[in-house]
């Protein structure tokens, strides 16, 4: 019931002493990986050190990997104003694998792409690829402002839209203001996530608006790139692996990753990308284990498909001239994707203009994370000067994160 170090990709043994050859060769990482035994089988790979963010990226730094075949396409995850975590890939970005799992687009299919592009972001692409296998007809929709939801709304209505996919704090506030404008997209069949965890306010809205509409998602990141998928019969937070990811359940659930793909660009061996996780047996009923992610334990969240650093950003905000203190307060919403409210108490010699300062300073963060959220709804950041930042009455903590989750 619980797999440890075990694959039937051709190759997989190989493939995970090649990789573990090129972080070996990387100066910075040579000594973490001196001890390690030669890999006689998977199994020894439960002695080699797991990685973490800084790790993959200095092996990236050194390795400057190159794609065989066509373009070395560059993306990003992480959405805090720190060092991204970068990934690499090749054109058609690993996606026949997916294909060959996952099928919830066909040929007859007009699929709506809402995942934003651009600013090294890599969620609509990965999809115009896997558009490019299923052979559907696709609108490369990216991001769009809240004014601009009912003329869109009324061209998926009118164009008989079957396939809508994004981030699911991008899709609840418009599948929800089609049903306050009423609004019925009677075709609409699927709806693809991957970003995030699925939002449950969208099983409100879906049968009312689009009653036909099951929900499809992927999970991974990207620098694992697509780990799991699930259909309609699975749970929306339990994942069957593809064959090329070698995935371990660790000390407090912690989750690592390695890839197996022949010709992967990422090197990664025993990547911990920081979620937990379980193995459980699917509602889906579909042979073998499957993976149940149970969220983030390291520090960052998920904040409208980004993820947010709370110590990255406030150490941010509080290098600005005039701030003493600063906290992130993180508000989930049911009717809308989450908000963000920074806290600052202002220091003595604090000017006029102090948190219009800090919040331009946000959106004008340097990977564009924070900014390509906030684009879609300005609203959602607030910047506000307080006396004294929220504690815990209990224990008298200050934490630089407060989470809060609101009808």
């Known amino acids: 019931m619980t797999p440890q170090f075990a694959s039937t990709v051709p190759d997989a043994l190989d493939t995970a002493r090649a990789t573990l050859a090129k972080l070996r060769s990387v100066p910075a990482l040579a000594d973490r990986y001196a001890d390690v035994m030669a890999l006689d089988s998977l199994e020894d790979l439960i002695h080699v050190p797991v990685m973490v963010k800084d790790d993959l990226n200095a092996a990236l730094d050194h390795l400057k990997p190159k794609a065989h075949r066509g373009a070395t396409w560059t993306f990003q995850s992480g959405g805090s104003t720190g060092s991204p975590k970068l990934g690499y890939a090749p054109t058609g970005l690993y996606m026949n694998e997916v294909y060959e799992q996952w099928k919830p687009?066909?040929?007859?299919?007009?699929?709506?792409?809402?995942w934003g592009a651009g600013k090294l972001w890599g969620a609509h692409y990965l999809m115009g690829c896997y558009a490019d296998l299923a052979g559907c007809t696709g609108i490369g929709l990216g991001a769009v402002n809240r004014n601009e939801y009912d003329v869109w709304l009324e061209f998926f209505a009118e164009r008989k839209v079957t396939s809508f996919g994004g981030t699911p704090s991008v899709l609840r506030p418009i599948i929800g203001r089609a049903r306050e404008i009423g609004i019925k997209l009677p075709e609409l069949r699927s709806v693809l996530y991957l970003g995030e965890e699925w939002n449950p306010g969208l099983d409100e809205d879906l049968p009312l608006v689009a009653p036909n509409a099951k929900r499809w998602g992927l999970f991974g990141s990207t620098e694992t790139w697509v780990a799991g998928t699930n259909t309609p019969e699975c749970a929306a937070d339990t994942w069957h692996l593809l064959p090329s990811q070698l995935v371990h359940v660790g000390e407090n659930q912690m989750l690592d990753f390695t890839s197996l793909k022949p010709h992967g660009l990422n090197p990664v061996l025993r990547y911990q990308t920081g979620d937990a996780g379980e193995w459980v047996t699917c509602t889906c009923r579909e042979s073998g284990p499957a993976l149940r992610v149970l969220g983030r334990r390291d520090g960052e969240v998920k904040f409208r498909g980004l993820l947010l650093n709370a110590d990255t950003l406030t150490a941010e905000v509080c290098a600005h001239s005039g701030v003493?203190?600063?906290?992130?307060?993180?508000?989930?919403?049911?009717?809308?994707?989450?908000?963000?409210?920074v806290l600052i108490v202002p220091s003595r010699d604090a000017v006029a203009g102090l948190a219009e300062r800090v919040r331009d300073h946000i959106l004008g963060s340097a990977f564009g994370g924070p900014?390509?959220?906030?684009?879609?709804?300005?609203?959602?950041?607030?910047v506000r000067l307080v006396e004294e930042l929220i504690s815990n009455e209990r224990t008298g903590k200050t934490s630089k994160l407060v989470q809060r989750r609101e009808p």
Request: no cysteine; glycine share 8%.
């Open 105 to 114: 687009l066909g040929p007859d299919d007009l699929f709506v792409n809402g």
């Open 324 to 341: 003493s203190q600063a906290q992130l307060v993180l508000t989930e919403y049911a009717s809308r994707g989450s908000t963000l409210e």
């Open 371 to 382: 900014s390509t959220a906030f684009h879609r709804d300005p609203e959602a950041l607030v």
